[in-house]
């Protein structure tokens, strides 16, 4: 299994679409058996879902992340998690031992209201 955390830096970043990359972790056997780095290859309308799609991963986590992306996610049978924050590191621990919840929402209050990342 393969899990996308968009990040800035160490942490969650708060606007998918763009943020600076990808931590990548390969799960195995409920344990990280190793991280690598994606960098964002820019923000255009619908394509990072493909592109991650096209990388195997099966989950993304991010702290917010627009409508038309969400769906996207979906129809491609991945994982999406919205509403987290901190370090990186953290949170795939929260996500594995299974106490991180989606908040669910859409990406909306702040000048990419609605089109982190989908449209």
Known sequence: MKIAIACDGNNV????????????????????????????????????????????INAIIAGGMGEMAQTLFGQNNIEVVVGASGDIDDVIASYLSGSLVSAGGVCEGHEHAGSCGGH
Do not use: M, R, W
């Open 13 to 56: 970043s708060g606007h998918f679409g763009h943020c600076e990359g990808f931590t990548v972790y390969d799960i195995f056997d409920g344990k990280v058996k190793e991280a690598s780095f994606l960098e964002n290859p820019g923000h255009k309308p619908g394509f990072l879902p493909v592109f991650l799609g096209e990388k195997g």
